[in-house]
């Protein structure tokens, strides 16, 4: 069974500019969240997204939109960069919500540079 | 303001001892915790959860404390391992449904 895979790996955007990042969740799993990390500050929860549609979300500014599709694909975009949203950014996915993450599957992140 | 706090972040030691990772939480409503283990180049993966009726689970080498009323946890590995290696991400949410936050994370080396 494929695991979660996330697209692209590396990414070097400049300020101002928007990225959209990608995750195809494993067969079958119907959750998606996404995650930021950064040095010192662990993993932090952008939103998730269960049957196409955002279900929780974090702290984030506007500028973090993400969307989910049918096939339970899901994208995040990241409009007007800005050099602290360098980041790794990391996508989950699981079978179903109220699982605790316990039984959620992490891909590989996107690296993401702003210069 | 952090919910989740591990306080030491990095530990180093030696092959065959006892590794105790650390962490604490600000916000009562969390009843749920979990830690997760992540190598370079590679997503998390889950490693071993504690809810809040419970005071301890175990699996393996791995063994999760949990004390309510300081609202602190810790994992203890024994006996330790080269391979497990890793920066350790303490986790916790409110309810099954809820986002999970996770803490700034502990680099564990286990030094052979």
């Known amino acids: 069974k494929a695991g979660v895979t996330q697209t692209p790996r590396y990414l070097i955007k400049t300020r101002g500019q928007q990225v959209t990042l990608s995750c195809s969740p494993i067969?079958?799993?119907?959750?998606v969240s996404w995650y930021q990390q950064t040095p010192g500050q662990g993993l932090q929860f952008l939103f998730e997204y269960f049957s196409e549609t955002q279900r929780n979300k974090g702290n984030f500014p506007g500028r973090f939109s993400g969307r989910q599709f049918s096939n339970s694909r899901s994208e995040m975009n990241v409009s007007t960069l800005e050099l602290g949203d360098s980041a790794l950014y990391l996508c989950?996915?699981?079978?179903?919500?109220?699982?605790?993450?316990?039984?959620?599957?992490f891909g590989q992140g996107t690296r993401l540079t702003v210069v | 303001d952090q919910q989740v706090k591990q306080n030491s972040p990095s530990l180093s030691v030696q092959e065959g001892r006892i590794s105790i990772l650390n962490c604490d939480y600000t916000n009562s409503m969390f009843d749920y915790f979990l830690w997760y283990k992540k190598y370079p180049a590679e997503g998390p993966t889950f490693l071993i959860s504690?809810?809040?009726?419970?005071d301890k689970n175990e699996d393996g080498r791995f063994t999760v404390f949990l004390n309510k009323s300081a609202k602190h946890l810790s994992l203890h590995i024994v006996p330790s391992q080269p391979g497990d290696s890793a920066v350790y991400f303490c986790a916790a949410s409110g309810t099954s449904y809820d986002k999970v936050i996770f803490g700034p994370g502990t680099s564990l080396s286990v030094i052979p």
């Open positions: 989950a996915s699981s079978l179903r919500r109220g699982q605790g993450l316990t039984e959620a599957f």
């Open positions: 504690i809810s809040s009726i419970k």
């Open positions: 067969s079958g799993h119907r959750s």
